[in-house]
């Protein structure tokens, strides 16, 4: 009782101090201590960004966002993993991969771009190329690690229990390898997010992200807030629901500590 | 030493696949530019510095925001890991912030800095604070409970319980946040940069490609990764001579 009474105090505290917050820009912006500009009130920003909701002018944008950033993590996902697996099977692709890796590892993967625009030009297949090879790296490199680190017992136990090669994946390696996975895809899906704005700015590509450029080049601000603040729902959403997922899926090694 | 061999073979083997496709071919696609030509290229925009030039722009708005974002998140992140009750009071607000992705300002500052070292640096800051706030948090809260119970029992002041005690037992593990910070904010910068801001290494390449320098574009694409590669490294190097305990301590920090 006394907990969930803390907890309350807690969250309250936490919504106040973030009532204040925006209470202060409020003021601030009213009296025009910083620019209405650059800095449009909450009151207005809030007021557009609902005007948009329920007129449905923000929702296609969205949804075109969230598809482009889903489509090209869950292909880099698929394909991290598999390579994941592969490479950490083999001494020798280990061996041979390794300094592409580091080299690829701190690589922008924006800085791409340029190069995926020569071969797909300004299209959805250049994003979605740029989104899957960006969130590639992460997947990949923490299924590798991942992949390494299945203890060899389990696999003597696969092998006593004659499983085939398949069940050997799907029930010892991957359920083990499965944590660092999750961890990779996290990362991956931020990084994804990312790509997908930059990749919209840049190729006029239907979306938040476009939509942000438009805005600003109208002086529109609190059109270009109402999409800042719809794509970091997306992103929180985004996170909330992979974190939960993470819990979900990895109960059974909770229990056992 | 043959493992270091074995990872060249890889390499090589596109290299010279890559080079033999422009002799076998009849007529080898123009955008995708030989090796040889990229060395060339690469060569040449390192002697008449231009490419040095980019690479000072950039370093310049990625480091400048890295300071920023260091400077804020360390002292923020130390004020609040010391205040646990004030820390639950901030924390959703910045749970709210942080997964905005970086990006999306990139109008808004160019609206209110124009183009520029400021704007670049100010996404920068912004997208490097998250990752030093919340593990500096952690690293304080992390410290073992006796230090702070000394210092307690020692009567220092405020600031020497953190000059002498906190940041001490805390830094190995905020030189692991200050490292990725680093990292992204080169990521960042050359993101920034390929956008919109016209300068630096992201600007060259989007440049090049439009002015039909392929060579020009892949060479600096390969200098880009050379130089976050190198930037990776030199961390790395700075924190096992500075920080031997950073490494261990990685596997425990909270994710």
């Avoid at chain 1, 960004?49 to 482009?68: E, H, K, S």
């Avoid at chain 2, 007529?27 to 040449?44: K, T």
């Avoid at chain 2, 808004?108 to 996404?123: Q, T």
């Avoid at chain 2, 805390?170 to 920034?192: D, E, F, K, P, W």
Wanted: hydrophobic share 55%; proline share 6%.
């Amino acid at each position: 009782m006394t907990r969930c009474f803390k907890w309350l105090i807690d969250q309250s505290g936490a919504v106040a101090f973030m009532a204040g917050l925006l209470a202060l820009w409020q003021i601030l912006s009213y009296y025009e201590l910083i620019s209405p500009l650059f800095f449009p009130s909450p009151a207005r920003t809030f007021s557009t960004l609902w005007t948009q909701l329920l007129d449905g002018q923000i929702w296609p944008p969205t949804l075109a966002t969230v598809m482009r950033m889903v489509y090209g993590w869950v292909a880099a996902s698929i394909f991290g993993v598999i390579l994941g697996a592969l490479i950490a099977r083999s001494m020798l692709a280990q061996g041979l991969l390794n300094p592409i890796l580091e080299f690829m590892r701190p690589m922008p993967a924006s800085a791409f771009i340029p190069v995926a625009i020569l071969a797909f030009g300004l299209t959805n297949q250049m994003s979605t190329t740029i989104i899957a090879f960006g969130s590639l790296w992460p997947v990949l490199l923490a299924a590798i690690q991942g992949f390494r680190s299945v203890d060899e017992r389990l696999y003597e136990v696969a092998d006593a229990l004659r499983l085939s090669a398949r069940e050997r994946f799907f029930k010892v390696a991957l359920p083990s390898a499965l944590p660092d996975i999750m961890a990779g895809a996290r990362v991956g899906l931020a990084v994804a997010l990312i790509l997908a704005v930059v990749t919209e700015m840049q190729a006029s590509l239907p979306g938040l992200g476009q939509n942000i450029l438009t805005a600003q080049r109208a002086f529109r601000t609190p059109e270009l807030y109402a999409s800042v603040i719809m794509l970091g729902v997306i992103g929180f959403v985004a996170s909330g629901l992979l974190h939960w997922c993470e819990r979900h899926t990895l109960r059974w090694r909770q229990a056992h500590g | 030493m043959s493992r270091k061999f074995l990872g060249l073979v890889l390499p090589l083997a596109i290299l010279i696949g890559w080079e033999a496709i422009w002799y076998l071919a009849a007529n080898p696609l123009e955008s995708i530019s030989r090796p040889s030509q990229i060395a060339l290229a690469l060569m040449h925009g390192l002697s008449d510095g231009s490419v040095l030039l980019l690479t000072w722009q950039t370093f310049e708005s990625a480091l400048l925001g890295f300071v920023i974002a260091a400077g804020l998140g360390v002292l923020t992140g130390i004020f609040l890991g010391l205040a646990p009750q004030l820390e639950r009071l901030v924390r959703p607000t910045v749970d709210l912030l942080r997964p905005i992705p970086s990006v999306a300002l990139i109008p808004l500052a160019m609206l209110i800095y124009g183009f520029g070292v400021r704007m670049e640096s100010s996404i920068v800051a912004f997208a490097c604070i998250w990752p030093v706030l919340l593990i500096t948090i952690a690293a304080v809260r992390g410290i073992e409970p006796g230090l702070l119970e000394v210092s307690h029992a020692l009567q220092l002041s405020t600031w020497q319980r953190i000059s002498r005690i906190v940041v001490p037992a805390a830094m190995s593990r905020i030189a692991v946040g200050l490292q990725l910070a680093l990292a992204i904010a080169l990521v960042v910068a050359v993101t920034v940069e390929i956008v919109i801001n016209p300068r630096g290494l992201g600007y060259g390449m989007m440049s090049a490609q439009q002015s039909l320098q392929f060579d020009r574009m892949y060479a600096l694409l390969l200098w880009t990764g050379l130089t976050g590669w190198g930037l990776s490294r030199l961390s790395q190097t700075l924190i096992d001579h500075y920080s031997p305990a950073s490494r261990a301590q990685l596997p425990r920090s909270p994710a």
